[in-house]
């Protein structure tokens, strides 16, 4: 069935660090979104990248679309960068759903 | 820009008891959506609306859910009766009018059913 699955589940960090989280889809995919929902559970848009690879400060996203898969880089992890990191899809086959994995948990730790 | 708005922010009920919550999306985005996170778990769709025109409701119970969005802006989630699992953060969603677009979340209501 539509499957989306993040790794890994969760991640502890010593701050200045740098990670990699992955996200594997199941299906050819229309779109990709990644979050990061904070500990008072807003979720902020972080990049919306159906194929390619886009950077936005300490953080860049690279989606490989034909091999099913994105991938999270954090670098130079900050405090702040704690909480829960979402991939959702837009799968061709399932209409305008977006349907998101179970998230990868990061604490960073001062 | 403002961004998506929900009210209210935390709401605690009794089992058999109702409750509403209320949305408003970015302003000019036509498609709406609500999702319910379960602690644990990623956001699951309840229903999208385009316009004031459902899409999908097909994950919605609707033995007691509904939803509205009578003038194509604002929206109102509504349980009735309420049920323990019901316990969950709804979070409500608006992007720009198609398909596949970027969606942009609210806050979201933490719901608890006692």
């Known amino acids: 069935g539509i499957q989306v699955e993040q790794s890994p589940p969760d991640l502890i960090l010593q701050e200045g660090a740098n990670s990699t989280l992955r996200c594997n889809f199941s299906d050819s995919v229309n779109n990709l979104q990644w979050f990061h929902q904070n500990p008072w559970g807003q979720l902020i848009n972080l990049f919306y990248?159906?194929?390619g690879t886009k950077q936005n400060g300490r953080l860049s996203a690279t989606t490989v679309a034909t091999e099913r898969y994105s991938l999270l880089y954090i670098s130079s992890s900050q405090t702040t960068d704690s909480g829960v990191y979402f991939c959702a899809v837009y799968f061709y086959n399932q209409g305008g759903k977006l349907i998101f994995g179970q998230g990868t948990e990061l604490s960073v730790k001062p | 820009e403002a961004g998506v708005a929900q009210s209210p922010r935390y709401k605690i009920i009794e089992k058999r008891q109702s409750v509403a919550f209320w949305c408003n999306p970015i302003s000019g985005h036509a498609t709406l959506y609500w999702y319910q996170q379960i602690l644990g778990q990623g956001p699951k769709l309840l229903i999208q609306?385009?316009?004031?025109?459902?899409?999908?409701d097909s994950q919605l119970p609707k033995d007691r859910f509904s939803a509205e969005r009578l003038k194509g802006v604002d929206s109102t989630l509504k349980i009735q009766p309420a049920k323990l699992e019901d316990s969950a953060v709804y979070l409500c969603a608006s992007s720009p009018r198609g398909s596949y677009n970027e969606q942009f979340f609210g806050p979201g209501t933490r719901l608890t059913v006692l």
């Open positions: 609306f385009q316009n004031n025109g459902v899409v999908d």
């Open positions: 990248i159906p194929s």
